[in-house]
């Protein structure tokens, strides 16, 4: 993870629909805030959502089960589909912005672009390339990380400085094929949380947010937002 940082992003969604805008996506889907995990919570939330953002601290309790769950993986295997659209992550705090990049690759079925969009570029460009390059790939462009440093220096809080370390982390859940994905750059590869539908999908990575809650019951500091429909 050394070489490039990045100011870390928000997790303010009109901070992240400006982002995307800037980078040519048409706003018929907006990021909007989930305020709690219980059905009646979820139900306020406008449907249909094809994407949900977690943001989480990095704690040993995490980074231990993290660990845990890469071995079982690699021991068990896991069938992940072709068509998921996944990136490591080889710049500092550039998490958020991986996260809205997984949200909106494997979404593009639903969602519209502009013209000359760098976003829609970018993506049509390293669609075919390894996570590790797409990683090597994102280093390289200069319009998403102009626009991601104009958009860390947006939201309400001061965006803290390039050395600071941060130990909070985007993650993305998305639908491919009727899978639920965690997609996490710092992650060798998709974890696949079983089956989901367009109508289920979010109570699905509600269910996976609450037990990231779970292993750190004494953290506060979660924060999820969802991709839905305008």
């Not at 969604?13 to 219980?38: A, K, S």
């Not at 139900?43 to 993290?66: G, M, N, Q, W």
């Not at 769950?69 to 992550?89: D, H, L, T």
């Amino acid at each position: 993870m050394e070489g490039q940082r990045w100011l870390p992003l928000e997790a303010n969604p009109e901070v992240m629909n400006q982002f995307l805008r800037q980078l040519g996506l048409v706003p018929t889907w907006q990021f909007g805030d989930v305020y709690g995990l219980e059905a009646e919570v979820l139900s306020l939330v406008p449907r249909p959502v094809c994407a949900v953002l977690l943001l989480f601290p990095i704690t040993e309790k995490y980074e231990t089960f993290r660990q845990e769950e890469e071995a079982k993986i690699k021991a068990q295997g896991q069938e992940v589909s072709s068509n998921v659209y996944f990136m490591k992550q080889t710049i500092g705090n550039a998490c958020g912005t991986i996260g809205l990049i997984h949200a909106v690759a494997n979404n593009q079925r639903h969602l519209e672009f502009e013209p000359n969009s760098p976003l829609k570029t970018f993506l049509l460009q390293s669609a075919k390339i390894s996570p590790e390059e797409k990683a090597a790939f994102l280093e390289k462009d200069e319009s998403i990380r102009v626009t991601h440093e104009s958009s860390a220096q947006e939201g309400q809080t001061e965006a803290p400085s390039l050395d600071e370390k941060v130990d909070l982390h985007f993650i993305a859940f998305v639908n491919v094929e009727g899978h639920l994905y965690e997609l996490d750059g710092r992650k060798p590869f998709p974890i696949v949380h079983g089956k989901t539908t367009e109508d289920t999908f979010l109570e699905d990575s509600a269910e996976v947010c609450k037990k990231f809650m779970a292993r750190d019951p004494q953290e506060l500091r979660f924060t999820v937002v969802a991709l839905s429909k305008a």
